[in-house]
Each structure stands twice: as structure tokens, then as C-alpha cells.
């Protein structure tokens, strides 16, 4: 049985989901105004192997992942840009949906746009105004009164009286209480706005989430992630808005995956320390990003670097060696087989995709030891749950040329004029060949099948 930890229970506890069979999960996605950084990645890379492992357990997953095409970050760069919101998100979200692909990221099964839900928005404010959790300020916005939630904190622990300490409601503003958040925002000049029963404007960051996941997955769902970051108050924001609406609960289990950090700092573009999907994609193949994601456990923080990110690609090649050395037979995974029993013990212990890929380095080690198909086979299918593995073993590990490289076909050439100036003991030439490779970054393998080359 899959055990997954609760952020809201705090513990592990076994999912069951609500309907037998069927798992409705819901992700926070991207604010489409720039490209993807990896600490985007690892959301998608994250929830993208829980929907994989749902599925191979025969459960009906319906994955839903949110757009956030309008908000003050989307405005303000499309004023800079002097483009239009419409054209600026399009171009982010075509570029999200490639960064995505190449990571090997399954699309969800539903993808909305903020922009689409504004009608079930305002109909979630004004239930929320009939039951006196909001309120219309004199300056045409419409807060959230927190204090007339109960539960308020229960997901992040924090409490209202101590968020409270020291906060003051700043001069202008039209809030009873500091601790009220905005469900819907008065028109300014020149923002787009929609009609509303409190006058023209547009709906509040953390009302757009409750009413897609309300409207596409039900009132109440069995899973509900993003990132640590939005643990609060974007999460705890859901639900005092969701429960408040619709008096039941919300999510039964809460994920959160844990930040990417870079010296010892969450990646993020506030902090301006992040690094695009793009710019990390023009130096390593894109499964070496995928595994190295995979490698942390989702919960633990993952440290970004070149180095950690050059040691994923010799171990994710040493896989592949395998691989391409004993082609994989054609197997169907029996679950009950030792190593299989194994992985899948690891995955049930909330998505230990760490544990999980150990069992495929103990396949890759009988492989090269064995020279079993039918292991290597295992190692393959195994490889394919987590979204891996599953390249042309030699086309992966020839990887593509760099500009201004020597071509698959150069180097072909210089491994032949190699193996002829070997075959009439023409030492100083051979050398100077792999030598001459060695500095392109080409590795030579002399192996009883011949000699092998990767980039």
C-alpha cells in the first residue's frame, strides 16, 4: 500500500483514496511571465513520477495542473515588454510545455488558465460574502476575513495571533484586519479587468486555485501539491476559502516538495540566483536533469550545481553502458520478483524515488556481471516508471555534437584509421588518434565488440 507523508497531518499515513480506484490530484503551477527555472522543473519532474506511479498501480488519475495567466508579475513585464498579457503568457506557456517535453514530463490531463475560471471565481467570492468570509472594502477590493475561519493555520501551523504580532494595517489601505488577503482587486487604469458585483477588476491570486481545483476535480479531492514555498500562504489561503465556501474539507492529503537551493539559498527569481530550464538544458542532456532531480528524495532540499549535476550524468551513463552493452530483452515486470518488490516497496514509502533508483544500480551491477538480457530487460522496464531509461543506449550516449564539434561521422573515420593503425602495430598513431579524440571529449572503450565511443 502507498504510504505518503501529510504536510497537513504532519506524518505519514496510508492513501486511500476517496473513490476506489481513482486519484484526483491537483499541482500549483507556473505564473507564465519568463522561462522556467529548474526549481519550476522539479515540480513537474515531482508530480509528474507520482501521476507515473498512481497509473502503474491501476489507479483512474485525473492530474490537474493550473496556469496563473494574469497577476501584477504578468502585467508589469508585459508594460516593459510593450506587448500584450495575451502574447506575453502564450509565449511563456509554449515555452514552459517545451521545457516540460524535454524533461520528459507527461502533459496533465487538464492545464487551465486562471482567465478561463473568472465566473466560477466570483461565484466562489460571493458564496463567501453570504457566509460573512468576505467583505467589500470603500476602495472597490474584496478581503478575506480571516479571523472568521477557525481552522485558520492548520496546514503551516502558524497561528493567527502570532501572525499577527506586530503587523499593522499600512495607511491607505481598506482592510479590517492585517492578517486579511484579497480575493478580488478594484480596476486600475489600464490593467485588464473583468465585471464584477463589487465593480470592474480582477480575482486575487490564491481564489484562482480553489475555484479550478473546485470546478475540474469536486469540492473535495484526494491530493493537492506544489512547492514548499507555497505552503503559506497560498495553500492555507485554499483552504480557509475552499472549506469556507463549501463547509467540507478540501484536500484529504497535502504534498509539498522540497526547495532548490544554490548556496545554501532557495532558487528563485526574486533572489535573482536561479538558473532557466533552457540555460541548463544547452549544457546537459535533459535525463540527466530529470535524474538528478529524482536522486534527492521530493521532500529533502536539492542543492544545485555543476558538479552535482556532472555526477548524475556518469551515474545515468553507467546505466545506460549497461544497456547498450546487453541489449534489454522485451519484459513484462512481475512485481513479486525480488528487485521489483523492492522498488516498488520504495515508491509506496512516499515516492522514495532515491531507494527506488538503488535497486536499478543493483540491476545495472548484474547486468555488466551477468550479462543477462532479461536483467537488463528488468533494468529498462524498471528505468521507464521513473520516466527514464528509455533513449537508444548508444544514441544517448553519443549524445549530439557541439558546434564546432567533430560529427558522429568524424569520429567514425578516426576510430577506423585508429583500428587500422592498431591492426599494423602503428602505436604512435593510435594514440594520437584517442588522444586527439580525448581532447574533442570523446571517450574511447575497446571492448571484445570493438571499440566504442561516447561524447
Known amino acids: 500500500m502507498l504510504n505518503l507523508y501529510n504536510s497537513l497531518t504532519r506524518q505519514k499515513e496510508t492513501f486511500r483514496p476517496i473513490t476506489p480506484g481513482e486519484v484526483r490530484l491537483y499541482v500549483c503551477g507556473m505564473t507564465v511571465y519568463d522561462f522556467c527555472h529548474v526549481g519550476h522543473a522539479r515540480v513537474m519532474v515531482v508530480f509528474d513520477v507520482v501521476a507515473r506511479w498512481l497509473r502503474e ?23 516593459e515588454n510593450g506587448e500584450s498579457i495575451g502574447d506575453l503568457t502564450g509565449r511563456f506557456i509554449d515555452a514552459m510545455n517545451e521545457d516540460a517535453e524535454a524533461l520528459g514530463v507527461i502533459r496533465p490531463d487538464h492545464e487551465p488558465k486562471a482567465t478561463e475560471y473568472v465566473a466560477q471565481m466570483l461565484d466562489m467570492i460571493r458564496t463567501l460574502e453570504v457566509r460573512g468570509l468576505a467583505y467589500a472594502a470603500p476602495n472597490g477590493d474584496v478581503y478575506y476575513r480571516v479571523r472568521g475561519f477557525a481552522d485558520y493555520g492548520k496546514l503551516s501551523g502558524k497561528n493567527p495571533d502570532d501572525l499577527r504580532a506586530g503587523e499593522r494595517v499600512q495607511v491607505g489601505e481598506a ?62 489561503n485554499e483552504i480557509a476559502q475552499s472549506e469556507g465556501a ?31 530550464v533552457r540555460e541548463v538544458l544547452a549544457k546537459y542532456a535533459p535525463e540527466v536533469v530529470r535524474f538528478f532531480i529524482l536522486r534527492a528524495h521530493y521532500r529533502s532540499p536539492l542543492n544545485y550545481s ?68 532479461d536483467a537488463s530487460g528488468l533494468l529498462h522496464a524498471l528505468g521507464s516508471v521513473l520516466g527514464l531509461l528509455q533513449a537508444d543506449a548508444t544514441a544517448y550516449l553519443r549524445g549530439p555534437a557541439a558546434a564546432g564539434g567533430l560529427s ?37 572503450e575497446d571492448t571484445a565488440q570493438g571499440t566504442l565511443w561516447r561524447r
Open 246 to 276: 463549501h463547509q467540507c474539507t478540501f484536500v484529504n492529503y497535502w504534498m509539498h516538495n522540497g526547495f532548490v537551493r544554490v548556496d545554501d539559498e532557495k532558487m528563485s527569481k526574486s533572489l535573482g540566483n536561479f538558473f532557466t
Open 175 to 236: 482592510k479590517e484586519d492585517p492578517l486579511d488577503f484579497v480575493l478580488w482587486k478594484a480596476a486600475k487604469p489600464g490593467e485588464p479587468s473583468w465585471p464584477s458585483p463589487w465593480g470592474p477588476g480582477r480575482p486575487g491570486w490564491h481564489i484562482e486555485c480553489s475555484a479550478m481545483a473546485g470546478s475540474l476535480l469536486g469540492r473535495q479531492f484526494d491530493i493537492h501539491g506544489g512547492g514548499q514555498d507555497l505552503q503559506f500562504p497560498h495553500h492555507e
Open 306 to 373: 555543476d558538479a552535482h549535476l556532472d555526477d548524475a550524468r556518469r551515474a545515468l551513463d553507467s546505466l545506460y553502458i549497461s544497456l547498450r552493452d546487453v541489449p534489454p530483452a522485451a519484459v513484462t515486470i512481475d512485481w513479486a520478483e525480488p528487485r521489483a518488490a523492492r522498488f516498488a516497496a520504495a515508491m509506496n514509502d512516499d515516492f522514495n524515488t532515491p531507494e527506488a533508483l538503488a535497486v536499478l544500480f543493483e540491476l545495472s551491477t548484474e547486468v555488466n556481471r551477468s550479462k543477462s538480457a
Open 57 to 79: 498501480g491501476g489507479m483512474k488519475v485525473t492530474y490537474v495542473r493550473n496556469i496563473t495567466d494574469i497577476d501584477d508579475k504578468i502585467i508589469k513585464r508585459a508594460t
Open 408 to 444: 558522429d561521422a568524424d569520429i567514425d573515420a578516426l576510430v577506423a584509421e585508429r583500428r587500422a593503425a592498431r591492426a599494423s602495430k602503428d602505436f604512435a598513431r593510435s594514440d594520437a588518434i584517442r588522444d586527439q579524440l580525448a581532447a574533442a571529449g570523446i571517450m574511447l
